[in-house]
């Protein structure tokens, strides 16, 4: 299943607990997300996005050392990978989402 955020398209998705990201990896966002709601009408809601480019990265240590107090709720993390030549794109992306997040406080995604 895929989700869709301002356009952009995520993967996923996969378990929080297993997900690493690796250097020679393309650069991608990887978003937080949890599920709420009954089973049968779920809604999707972004907690959290990282870019992630440059540096190996394992989620759960990740947000050990940031100390993210909205990994509670989350269940799932969503990626979106970028051609090697996209970083523009991929800072551009990141920001919107950012600045969304930051402003709106819940985002629901579509799926």
């Given at each position: 299943m895929s989700l869709k955020l301002?356009?952009?398209?995520?993967?996923?998705?996969?378990?929080?607990?297993t997900y690493e990201y690796k250097k020679n990896k393309k650069p991608s966002?990887?978003?937080?997300?949890?599920?709420?709601?009954?089973?049968?009408?779920?809604?999707?809601v972004l907690k959290y996005v990282i870019k992630a480019n440059k540096e190996n990265l394992n989620i759960c240590e990740y947000i050990n050392k940031k100390n993210v107090k909205i990994i509670i709720n989350i269940t799932s993390v969503y990626v979106k990978e970028y051609k090697?030549?996209?970083?523009?794109l991929l800072d551009d992306d990141y920001e919107l989402i950012k600045r969304n997040l930051?402003?709106?406080k819940k985002i629901i995604m579509q799926f």
């Open positions: 301002f356009n952009i398209l995520f993967f996923g998705p996969i378990d929080l607990n966002l990887i978003i937080l997300v949890s599920k709420e709601g009954k089973n049968y009408n779920p809604s999707f090697y030549d996209s970083e523009k930051d402003l709106k």
